[in-house]
């Protein structure tokens, strides 16, 4: 255990230091710059400002949702631990945003809808659809977002700073509760597309370093075969009887498709499986979405899909091969196998290659540089947080707890809110521990097996609602069921086992554990899409007058279409709205009177709460954002451009998947 170097590279450093505290004293004074001179309807400003918007801000904004904290730790950690196979996660989407660019959002904007329960609410009528869709997306953000984003920035701050991981979880909630209170969603838009611009700036400067200290690319290729730990030999062979394809990297590191049967990635799971949960991500997930629908027109949002694309192909330099430098260069701290150094090293018995890229980070850049990388991972990240806290919040309170409670006041809804916030952090910070050992530690195998089980009903549902007229409400909803029940049987058996490690397997019987989390990706999604037609078939179809302009073969449609029962609910909540809005006439009228004479004090506090804006500017502003939903005709000569681009990029993809598969 000599070799183990104990004594963490911590960032005490005053150039390091003073970066840190001056870039977060930025953020926070640009938070209450923006706040201060925001107007009053910010929330419907921002929507219409969005329907203008050109292809490059949606490129670069559909990237900088997509990529996290989360990213730089997962896909680092997981090329630490296998190669660059991870990277096919990236490189698919390439072909994905295509799909979305192309196929599925000129079923959005012609069917004239915001988000993605609405769309299937237009689509097939009822409810309990987009009840489901709000449940499961809860579910999601909970295990797949907030917790593995509060546990890559606890990563982070645990190897800069030498904090155990828990004090490291509330420290980064409390910067996130300041940072959220004080900045806002204006702060957000201020600091975000800096801060991305950052991360990418930091990160090539990270992966210079990286080959530099590694010798390049070619020495990478010779060193990481060799980038085993020393001290495996010392230990008892009685307590630990430790293989030795535990701690040797794998022959097939530098292979994407690797084999079906024995690869740690298997080809049909990585070319299949993925596109299967990439569907769901990039073409049915509410925050990518929503990006497309804020463009200009159509071709602005096939540009900004192809401009994402390009940027797709980055984290696989910027991220996977950072994370195989970190094991060649630290194979003692980044490759250990033995549980007692392992849990010296990062507090998790299974492995610590999650810590390969904050391991660079605090080891190879210089100071002040390094400081400046931290502060920028972990501001993007805490933004990132506050955007799910805001979004979890207004799903549980908008479509599900006005289910619960009807009658709801708007006062009961904010406290609401706010309550749920503090309960989906606590069960984000009890499912740590699982975050930290599933998939023997690496942080982005574990996204991608939660996804793995509860998307592909979701992905075979949108594409059957967007491609076959003839499937119906009962199919769809009845094929979700029977896909969750499916993916259930697969992830709760597989959690009460454990995923298990190479050294401790888990338990879980072959039958239900032992297909690969993409090649059982593949199998839900077919079992998903036979139900839903089976079903679909053996009931009565939906008529076309209800289906014009929300299906890819009506797109073009101009017949006037007849709302399910859609329009008869956005009729009653309309009224109640009003009734609501006459019982507060005269209190409002008082209200203003008597906020002239608040002092100063108590309008800052009402402003940093969010409750400087009339609520009802955003209420107004709603019915003129569907009204200037933009149609899908596009100018040939642009259409042909992007045509042209999306070719050229996907013959670029097909060559680099090529040259590494």
Known sequence: ??????????????????????????????????????????????????????????????????????HFVGLAGTGAASGIAVGGFEWNALFIVLLLGWLFVPVYLTAGVITMPQYLKKRFGGTRISLYLSVISLFMYIFTKISVDMFSGAVFIQQALGWNIYVAVIALLLITALYTVTGGLAALMYTDTVQTFVIIAGAFFLTGYSFAEVGGYNALLAKYSAAMPTNVSSMDPQRYNISSRCYTP??????????????????????????????????????????????????????????????????????????????????????????????????????????????????VMPNGLRGLMLAVMLAALMSSLASIFNSSSTLFTMDIWTRIRPQATERELIVVGRVWVLCIVAVSICWIPVVQAAQSGQLFDYIQSISSYLAPPITAVFFLAVFVKRVNEKGAFWGLVGGLAMGLCRMLPEFWFGTGSCIFPSNCPFLVCGIHYLHFAIILFFCTSVLVLLVSYCTEPIDDEHLYRLVFSLRHSKEERKDLDWEQEEKGRRARRKAEEKKRASINSDTVVQEEGKSGIRLLIGRLFGQGASSRDCEEDAPEVSELMPDISEEPVWKYTVDANAVVMMTVAVFMWGYYA
């Open 250 to 363: 794998r022959q097939d590191a530098f292979s994407l498709l690797r084999d079906p049967t024995t690869g740690d990635m298997p080809w049909p799971g990585v070319v299949f499986g993925i596109a299967i949960v990439g569907g769901w991500y990039w073409c049915t997930d509410q925050v990518i979405v929503q990006r497309c629908l804020a463009a200009r027109s159509l071709t602005h949002v096939k540009a900004g899909c192809i401009m994402c694309g390009y940027l797709k192909l980055l984290p696989m330099f910027l991220m996977v091969f950072p994370g195989m430098i970190s094991r060649v260069l630290y194979p003692e701290e980044v490759g250990c196998v033995v549980p007692e150094i392992c849990k010296m090293v990062c507090g998790t018995e299974v492995g610590c290659s999650n810590i390969a890229y904050p391991k660079l980070v605090v080891s």
């Open 1 to 70: 255990m000599e070799n183990l170097s104990t004594d963490k590279v911590t960032i005490k450093n005053p150039a390091d230091i003073a970066i840190i505290v001056g870039y977060f004293v930025m953020v926070i004074s640009v938070g209450i710059w923006s706040m201060l001179r925001t107007k009053r309807g910010t929330v419907g400003g921002y929507f219409l400002a969005g329907r203008t918007m050109t292809w490059w801000p949606v490129g670069a904004s559909l990237f900088a949702s997509n990529i996290g904290s989360g």
